[in-house]
């Protein structure tokens, strides 16, 4: 090193010493201007946060009138973060620069969740945290001036503390001492309902149980931002998934009652194949007189409806969380028996699953799972490959990888529903045996900007494009001469825009949103198929399975004649489309018992699968 860059060095070394001594001095030459900085930032921060949700001061400040309680909850919860961040960092301004990223980080998450599919964040939505890249392509993210201004002015602030760097003083052994003491009103908030409870009542916090999506929204409104974060996270902890109380074989039994049963033939032997279509939010608004919605829209729809068997089924989720809808129609077992999650195939134990397509395979079909999107999106590579799949194909824009064996076409952002029908038929052609397909499309998923009308209107463009290739994919069905019976449903309601949505325009709410948990649904058949079997009533998703079993005269086990019981007995089990169905035990157990326990009810999986594995021996 030559003396230049020595001395250069030497030099950018004592402007930072001098730099550093300075700033320092800050600290001791305005006490009462940097103990006014640490006793402000929570309120400021709590406000910016809200603020940002109520997108004005004057919205905000109605709030703060009117729920001045939930406002004080709110400072004291961010007053705790602040300290044990002081304790932690002993610096005012890295404490506050720290707590005013994650605190507008979440809001702003928040804001664009909201915009994007009219659902307020949770923090168990974090976990799809590892998929941002997916969830790029879904999301309405649009900086506004607003947002910007109240960025800099969180900023400005952060740079305030920074020239007049207050500190915490407190000794080494105090700032070890305080820091997890500040843990402990958090930790009794999510995990103490005892505690939880009384503290929401102080704070007239709304711990009203949310039984669907709207609910959740007017407890938002109810709440604001920060305390819906740690009521919600509360109620999530509570409603945690746990091993049934008497949960063992004899009590599973009991249920299941194994009996001789009379072995079904098919039909006289013949195995027609079955293709389960459930269509990305696909839904049918004409149940909504008032938008007076063109039949146009529904024209293939209606066709196949009246050529099979049409009906109306109950689906778990609405907006999002198609896995919820997958879940059901792939296990024939309701999400409700595991506390109703919004993955549910996180909670699944991690071995050979006794999914419906274990039963195909077992009666000599092949099976398939096809899904136009990214493999690695919900884990479904991972974990669906555990389903009894025996082919499974994705395809990934962002990688250009595919599985698709027929040319894939784009309609909007996403793989043209038509493509997704050409592979199917290219399935059914080139499989010897019968085959059992399910698939979950992608083409009518969010956002809906694209287009020259509104959004509903660019919506049921792409639901007529559906329809469309729908009519197309039939009338080929009807040319292969081998039997096959179709069953198509949406997953659920699409996901529209916050507060401009049609459902606001609807006037929906907690109390009125039943329509949006009902989708028609039709099964189609190119032979002469008997759908005397199914029921004229509405039932739930997990159901539908079952029906399509009986339609093709399929063999039972007692597991498949209790689901059948079930369907007569307890037709829809719900809570999100009506809370007062009350929980059935047996129903829970059975549930649990057959994706986490230990399998104890019938099922077509040697035992020796049914051993759960470590994430170490998958990989």
């Excluded at 740690?230 to 999530?236: D, G, M, R, V």
């Excluded at 999002?320 to 997958?326: A, H, I, L, P, Y």
């Excluded at 759908?531 to 004229?536: A, C, F, I, L």
């Excluded at 018992?593 to 170490?616: A, H």
């Amino acid at each position: 090193m030559t003396k230049d860059s020595n001395a250069e060095t030497k030099t950018i070394q004592e402007r930072f010493k001098a730099f550093r001594e300075k700033h320092d001095s800050q600290t001791d030459l305005h006490p009462k201007i940097n103990l006014a900085i640490l006793l402000i930032f929570p309120f400021f921060i709590c406000s910016m946060a809200e603020i940002n949700q109520f997108k004005g001061f004057l919205p905000y400040l109605d709030f703060v009138v009117s729920r001045p309680a939930v406002l004080l909850f709110d400072i004291l919860l961010a007053s705790v973060v602040f300290i044990f961040l002081l304790a932690i960092f002993r610096s005012g301004w890295i404490s506050i620069a720290v707590q005013s990223v994650i605190f507008m980080a979440l809001s702003i998450t928040e804001l664009f969740k909201y915009g994007t599919n009219g659902n307020h964040l949770i923090l168990s939505d974090m976990k799809l945290f590892r998929s941002v890249k997916s969830l790029k392509s879904f999301a309405y993210i649009k900086i506004t001036p607003r947002l910007i201004i109240y960025c800099l002015i969180v900023i400005a602030f952060i740079g305030i503390a920074f020239y007049f760097n207050p500190k915490l003083r407190l000794k080494t052994m105090k700032r070890f001492i305080t820091a997890p003491a500040c843990l402990i009103p958090f930790a009794g908030l999510v995990c103490l309902p005892n505690f939880s409870t009384p503290v929401y009542n102080i704070f007239n916090i709304d711990i009203t149980p949310a039984t669907n999506t709207f609910k959740l929204n007017e407890k938002f409104q109810n709440n604001g931002f920060l305390a819906f974060i740690i009521q919600t996270a509360s109620e999530s902890f509570a409603n945690r998934l746990t091993e049934p109380e008497n949960y063992d074989d004899i009590h599973v039994n009991e249920i299941v009652e194994e009996e001789p049963k009379e072995i079904n033939d098919f039909n006289g032997g013949i195995k027609p194949n079955v293709i389960v279509v459930m269509s990305e939010s696909y839904a049918d608004f004409r149940v909504f007189d008032e938008l007076n919605i063109d039949d146009k829209y529904y024209q293939g729809f209606d066709k196949a409806r009246a050529e099979g068997h049409a009906g109306t089924t109950i689906t778990p989720t609405y907006a999002s969380w198609t896995v919820r809808s997958e879940f059901e129609l792939l296990f024939g077992l309701p999400v409700r028996g595991i506390n109703t999650p919004n993955m549910p195939q996180r909670e699944l134990a991690s071995r050979e699953q006794p999914a419906l397509a274990q039963y195909y395979k077992n009666w000599g079909y092949s099976t398939a799972y096809v899904h136009p999107f990214q493999s690695t999106f919900y884990s479904r590579s991972r974990i669906y490959g555990r389903f009894g799949f025996d082919t499974m194909i994705f395809h990934n824009d962002q990688t250009g990888e595919s599985d698709f064996t027929v040319p894939v076409e784009h309609f909007g952002t996403y793989v043209d529903d038509k493509t997704v029908y050409n592979q199917l038929i290219d399935l059914v052609k080139t499989t010897d045996k019968p085959i059992y397909i399910h698939t979950t499309t992608m083409q009518n998923h969010q956002p809906y900007d694209q287009g020259d009308g509104d959004e509903i209107t660019n919506y049921l463009t792409w639901v007529q494009h559906t329809n469309e290739g729908l009519t197309e994919f039939l009338d080929e069905l009807e040319t292969i001469d081998e039997p096959t019976l179709v069953f198509f449903v949406g997953d659920h309601f699409p996901s529209l825009r916050g507060e401009t949505s049609v459902y606001n325009q609807l006037g929906l709410n907690g109390s009125n949103c039943s329509a949006l948990y009902q989708q028609k649904y039709f099964i189609w058949s190119n032979y002469n198929a008997d759908y005397s079997s199914v029921p004229d009533n509405e039932i739930s998703f997990f159901y539908m399975p079952y029906v399509l079993m009986n339609i093709i005269d399929a063999p039972r086990d007692a597991f498949i004649d209790t689901m059948n019981d079930y369907m007569k007995n307890i037709p829809v089990y719900s809570e999100e489309y009506a809370s007062d169905i009350p929980r059935d035990e047996k129903l829970d157990m059975l549930t649990y018992d057959r994706v986490i326990g230990d399998v104890y009810s019938p099922c077509p999986i040697p035992e020796e699968l049914l051993i759960p594995t470590t994430e170490e021996e998958e990989n």
